[in-house]
């Protein structure tokens, strides 16, 4: 769950009505209240990279996420999905 109102009191009602459920809850301008935090994800599948800075600077992380996604070539998820598939192959041709 993710409270991301402009109204603290709201918030930590979804938080509180979170809790009571069992549910983690993203408070999104409080991180040190919250149960869970999103972090930038990166995803070129089943490379995934993750980058947080457990929710005290979201712009931060999304601006490191967008460099280093810059950094990796498109095709590393096809790569190592190939790769993933000739593991077993390889393995039981080379020691």
């Known amino acids: 769950m993710v409270a991301a109102t402009d109204d603290d009191i709201v918030n930590q009602q979804v938080a509180d009505t979170a809790e009571a459920q ?11 209240q919250a149960s ?27 601006l490191l996420r967008e460099k280093i996604e810059a950094m990796l070539p498109q095709y590393l998820g096809q790569l190592a999905s190939l790769e993933g598939a000739m593991r077993a192959r390889v393995k039981q041709r080379f020691a």
Do not use: K, Q
Request: net charge neutral; hydrophobic share 55%.
């Open 36 to 62: 869970a935090i999103m972090p930038s994800i990166i995803d070129h599948s089943p490379l995934m990279v993750a980058v947080s800075f457990s929710g005290r600077a979201p712009v931060l992380a999304r």
């Open 22 to 32: 069992r549910i983690f809850c993203n408070l999104v301008d409080a991180p040190e």
